[in-house]
Antibody, heavy 120, light 106 residues
Framework: AVQLVESGGGLVQPGKSLKLSCSAS????????MHWIRQAPGKGLDWVAY???????VYADAVKERFTISRDNAKNTLYLQLNSLKSEDTAIYYC??????????????WGQGVMVTVSS | DIQMTQSPPSLSASLGDKVTITCQAS??????IAWYQQKPGKAPRQLIR???TLVSGTPSRFSGSGSGRDYSFSISNVESEDIASYYC????????FGGGTKLELK
């Protein structure tokens, strides 16, 4: 079964950095694009970043220049480097798999999420 | 960037009711809309893709329709397990969620 497990969250001060990981299993990780999506406490979902199977990347405007998505196919792991963190980055961060329906595709499988709290 | 306006923000229904949620895109999204269900403390679960295609495991009481800029999602015969928040997602040009709809029991 497809499984995505995030880790690396926690409490961090404004302006500091954090690196999130998402360990994937149950599918051929290298063949799939992957996303990070976040949800602020009590709020809706916001797409954050995408990395294709060939490591092309796209970012939401709110995190461009501060966050970096990457992947290690040998380790079946997705990463999100969060730099220059702001209080508004406080959220649950989910990794999700891009579905392979051909052409444009939404997200099919999600991890359970990891909490990032930015506060002094 | 494409904006998704989802309504209503909240909805109260009795068991057995039919409920409908709408999403309007800021431009034509060519039917590239998906719908997700999220229960408290859980990750979202995909229900529908490409406007009206139910993904495996989605009960037939869920349905979707629409075209161009305007889309809708319905649950016929609401059951207690359907109490959750629902989100639309456009994936025609990058990815944008609607603001969500919280479905509660009347």
């Amino acid at each position: 079964a497809v499984q995505l497990v995030e880790s690396g969250g926690g409490l961090v001060q404004p302006g500091k950095s954090l690196k999130l990981s998402c360990s994937a299993s149950g599918f051929t990780f290298s063949s799939y694009g992957m996303h990070w999506i976040r949800q602020a406490p009590g709020k809706g979902l916001d797409w954050v970043a995408y990395i294709s199977s060939s490591s092309g990347t796209v970012y939401a405007d709110a995190v461009k220049e501060r966050f970096t998505i990457s992947r290690d196919n040998a380790k079946n792991t997705l990463y999100l480097q969060l730099n220059s963190l702001k209080s508004e980055d406080t959220a649950i961060y989910y990794c999700a798999r891009r579905a392979n329906y051909g052409g444009f595709s939404p997200f099919d499988y999600w991890g359970q999420g990891v909490m990032v709290t930015v506060s002094s | 960037d494409i904006q998704m306006t989802q309504s209503p923000p909240s909805l109260s229904a009795s068991l057995g009711d039919k409920v409908t949620i709408t999403c309007q895109a800021s431009q034509n999204i060519n039917k590239y809309i998906a719908w997700y269900q999220q229960k408290p403390g859980k990750a979202p679960r995909q229900l529908i893709r490409y406007t009206s295609t139910l993904v495996s495991g989605t009960p037939s009481r869920f349905s979707g329709s629409g075209s161009g800029r305007d889309y809708s999602f319905s649950i016929s015969n609401v059951e207690s397990e359907d109490i959750a928040s629902y989100y639309c997602l456009q994936y025609d040009n990058l990815w944008t969620f609607g603001g969500g709809t919280k479905l509660e029991l009347k």
